[in-house]
Structures are given as structure tokens and as C-alpha cells.
């Protein structure tokens, strides 16, 4: 293994496995730390978490394992992925994680950059934007669990670090390598761990991951990688294999959707228009409304492809927080989701369609999956996901995908799983 990946949650995992498939790196994503060695046929491996929302000391620690396994695997560079909207808040753990990490692989003047330019995510003068709007004026100021109100990440993130946090501008990145090369060490001289990169356009990140051919870790959305893969191949270290997929069409499919992200409720409410769906009130799973089995029966004997959805807007979501207590409402939400998941599967669904970090890590957990292989991809940073020989998955971050994704990963998923 050349490359290893810790993601701090399932759908952001299977984004950036998505990338390095794409760019011909047998790529694969592991759901925990596996207990066995990786096959010696994977050049990327993705150690997928569920680290974003759990205390500090958690995410520190499972991060740390997962770097332990990678290290074993004889992996010569490391990412730390977390969201490319930066998820987190003033006390979370982007800083406190990719510290220990930096750390424990004895390097500094690590690269930070969510910057994803396929998706809308770009960062300048430190700042991040979201489809040419600030962070903080694009709905994700409303996210339930990590409401971002700061769109300057370098203030963001010098909030959870101990150390001081550093920036390179994009003068420096267009002056290329040498010059990125050069600031990172002037900056690593100043004591700084963590810096944030601008990046605007793809071939940022491309000079980025030229600068950073001899870094131990890098930090940041799935965009970091671009151009890590070719300089792994100008060493003549890559195979010629990628990724493989294999077909298989038969079975039913079903989506399940717990994201609150404006781009998930305008998927939602389109689809909603011509197929069944079935909407959950969160007061119904907290007062016992509605059961898992209910759901399940009511998937399974529906025509066409089922919707099974709590997505509802932030202002509904704050009300319910406040009545029920936030962790407590995401426990119970999340575990309906893992068992309705099963049953569904059990009832012959072989295509899974998810939208949400937290929704699609249950899922994950719940089917008890282990490793997933890369496929093609539906929409920019969502790939198809073969969990095992009769069940493919789409795992959806809450604000990836065009408005018609739901009915285009169905079709991805029955031509090309």
C-alpha cells in the first residue's frame, strides 16, 4: 500500500476513494480498522471513521489506531480527510487530530485545504467559500451538529490547536512548487503545524500535491489528492490495474435520507414529486410513532424505488433538538436508520441508496460491512460502492449531487453495480 487515508466519517471516505480511483490507484475502503492485512493488490486504502461529532480524546485515539494499521501496511504518505465544508466547531476535532497525527509521524508544516473546485468548495485568502458563497452564508451555518458561523478557517481551526496556524496564500500556490516548498518551511520555522492553503482552481491542488511529493500527511477534503497519484506513478510505483467493478442487476433498491443540508431537501422534495416516499417525524421515532418493521413492510411492498426520509429544514430540526436534546435525537434517528437498513436488506434490497454523513455511517454500522470497493461515479465526489457480491451502495454527503441524484444513483447503481 502506498497511500493511506483515515476519514473522519463513511460518505467522505467513499468521496475521496472515489478520486483516487478515478486517477488509476487501486483504491479501497475500509469501514474501522481491519483486523487483517490489506491484499497486496491496494495502492490507496481508506480507514472510513465515524470520528467528526465524538469527543476529542475518541477521535484522537481511533485516528491514531488507524494510522497504526496503515503504518503497517508499509504506506509511505498519509491523509487525513475530513469535510470539505470544514464540519466541525471551535472545540472539534480537525486541529486536536491532524496534531496528534503530525505528531506521531514526526513532521510539521502539514497542508490544511478542504478545497474541493468539483463541488463548489474553494478557499481564498483563507476563507471558505461554498459555490461563490461564504461558509458561513451558504445553510451550513444551520447544520444541526456543526454549525460553521465563521467562514475564516484559519481562525476556525487556530481555535482547536495547539499550535499556532499558518496560511499560504495563492500568490504563493501560482508561483509553484518551489515557492510552496519554500513558504511551508519558512512557516514550519515560525513553529506552525497546520497551514491553510488557498485554492481556487483544480490545478491549485494538482501544484499543491507536487509541492508535497515528500510529506508524510496532508489534511483536507477529498480535492488534496488530486495530484498525489501521479506522483506516485512518475516513481514508477503504480500498477496498471485501478479499481476493478463487477454487474449485477438483479434485486430492488431503496433510499434512505437523514441530511438537513438545503441540497439534500431539494433532492428530496423532487423526488418525492413521482416516486413513494414516506417522511418521518422526528417526534414520531422519540415518542414511538413509528417502528423500523412499519418501514420495512411499507419499502418493500411499494412499486418503484422507496423513499424513506427525516430530512426536514434547520428551523424544524433546532425545535425538535431543543424538546428531545440534540444527542438524543441523532441516537434515536440514526439507529432506526441502521434497522431499517437490515431489514430491508434481509427483505431482498441489493441496491442502498444513502444521503448524510451521520445516516450512512448507521447504515454502514448496521449492515455490519467491512470493506467497500470503488466504482463509478454518479455525481462528483459520490462514487457506487460494492459492499459484497449482492449489495452496492451510494453513500451521499448531505450537500454533494445534482438535484436529480436519487434517481440517477438508482440507475448507476442497477447498469454499473
Partial sequence: MLLGVIGD???????????????GMNTIQYVGVPDDPAQDSVEAGIVSLKTRSV????????????????????????????????????????????????????????????????????????????????????????????PMSDPDIRRW????????VGHIPIDTIEAGVDAIRQHIADKTEEGCCLLIA?????????TLGRACADAKLLTG?????????????????????????????????AILSGSCSRTTLRQVELYARTAPARAINPEEIMTGGVS??????????????PLIYSSSSPQAVTKIQEKFGRDEIADRIEGLFAEVARGLVKGGVTRLIT?????????????????????????????????????????????FGAEDFFAKAETILMSQA
Fill in 9 to 23: 466519517d463513511f460518505t467522505g471516505s467513499s468521496d475521496i476513494g472515489n478520486m483516487l480511483a478515478r486517477s
Fill in 55 to 146: 469527543p476529542v480524546e475518541d477521535a484522537i485515539r481511533q485516528s491514531l489506531d488507524a494510522l497504526g494499521w496503515l503504518r503497517a501496511q508499509g504506506c509511505r504518505q498519509f491523509v487525513f480527510k475530513y469535510c470539505s465544508t470544514f464540519d466541525s466547531t471551535p472545540e472539534g476535532n480537525i486541529g486536536p487530530v491532524a496534531e496528534a497525527l503530525a505528531e506521531m509521524l514526526d513532521t510539521s508544516g502539514v497542508i490544511a485545504c478542504p478545497a474541493f473546485p468539483a463541488t463548489g468548495r474553494s478557499v481564498y485568502q483563507g476563507h471558505l467559500f461554498v459555490n461563490g458563497t461564504l461558509l458561513n452564508e451558504s445553510g451550513l451555518e444551520s447544520h444541526p451538529l456543526t
Fill in 157 to 164: 481551526l487556530a481555535k482547536q490547536s495547539r499550535n499556532p
Fill in 198 to 206: 488557498d485554492a481556487i482552481r483544480n490545478q491549485d491542488l494538482i
Fill in 221 to 253: 477534503g477529498s480535492g488534496i489528492t488530486l495530484g498525489l497519484a501521479q506522483n506516485f506513478r512518475s516513481m514508477g510505483l503504480l500498477g496498471d490495474t485501478g479499481s476493478t467493478w463487477e454487474a449485477q442487476t438483479e434485486g430492488k433498491a
Fill in 292 to 305: 423500523a418493521q412499519k418501514l420495512i413492510d411499507w419499502a418493500l411492498a411499494s412499486d418503484g424505488v
Fill in 355 to 399: 444521503a448524510g454523513g451521520e445516516t450512512s455511517g448507521a447504515v454502514v454500522e448496521g449492515l455490519e460491512i467491512s470493506e467497500l470497493a470503488i466504482g463509478p461515479e454518479i455525481d462528483p465526489g459520490v462514487p457506487a460502492l460494492r459492499a459484497r457480491p449482492d449489495l452496492a451502495l451510494a453513500l451521499k454527503s448531505g450537500n
